[in-house]
């Protein structure tokens, strides 16, 4: 695997962990997370996500999954100082810990999976929830994948939302839907 350009990282820290922070923070915030509960990121990336919600669980714990053993590398260096977080470099769709999280969060991670792959990462998220568990995401719908084909796979595997849809425009990824889903 060749090394990530040095621009890729200078770019992702500057637009996403630095210009973008208020944009994590604030959704991160509005989950309604308890901050006991064990939190699955999958696609955490750099981290730039993952910090917040580290962050909002300080009595619970936090695992950032990633495919790219690079962007995870990032992620380690910035969530260094955090002691509830753990990370997994691995494809979500192979990936087996079952039912050992409350919630699995989501962000900016499904538009990016070619559509053939889709509904096996959304059986690997389901195989970790725990009973009761929330699928906590926000996805762009301009891009790689339209919001009417989202709700399809979404309700097709089974998740009701437990409220109503969010929809923002989010700067630099334009209209996105997010919300909390669980198994109905
Ligand atoms: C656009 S980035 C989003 C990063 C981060 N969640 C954020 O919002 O800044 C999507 C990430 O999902 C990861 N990813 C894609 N497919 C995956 C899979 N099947 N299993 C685990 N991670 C995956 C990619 O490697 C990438 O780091």
Redo the contacts with the bound molecule.
């Keep these: 695997m060749r090394p990530l350009p040095r621009l890729e990282i200078l770019t992702e820290e500057l637009l ?1 962990n630095r210009l973008g922070a208020g944009v ?1 923070r604030r959704w991160v915030r509005d989950l309604g997370l308890a901050g006991t509960e064990r939190v699955l ?6 981290g ?2 993952a910090r917040h919600l580290a962050e909002a669980l300080p009595c619970g714990s936090l695992t950032c ?4 053993a690079r ?1 995870l590398a990032v992620a380690r260096r910035r969530l260094a100082s955090h002691d509830n977080v753990g990370f997994v470099c ?4 192979q990936w087996q810990q079952p039912g050992a999280f409350d919630a699995v969060v989501v ?3 499904l538009h ?2 070619p559509a053939e ?1 889709r509904r096996a ?1 959304l059986e690997g998220i389901i195989r970790s929830l725990a009973p009761g568990g929330r699928l906590l995401l926000r996805e762009p719908t301009g891009h790689g994948m339209s919001g009417a084909e989202l709700d399809a796979l979404l309700g097709g595997a089974g998740f009701a939302p437990v409220d109503a849809r969010q929809l923002e425009r989010v700067p630099l990824m334009g209209d996105t839907v997010s919300g909390r889903w669980a198994l109905a």
């Design positions: 996403g994590y990121e999958v696609g955490c990336g750099a730039a996500c999954l990633d495919v790219d962007w691995a494809d979500i769709a962000h900016f991670v990016d999976i792959n990462a």
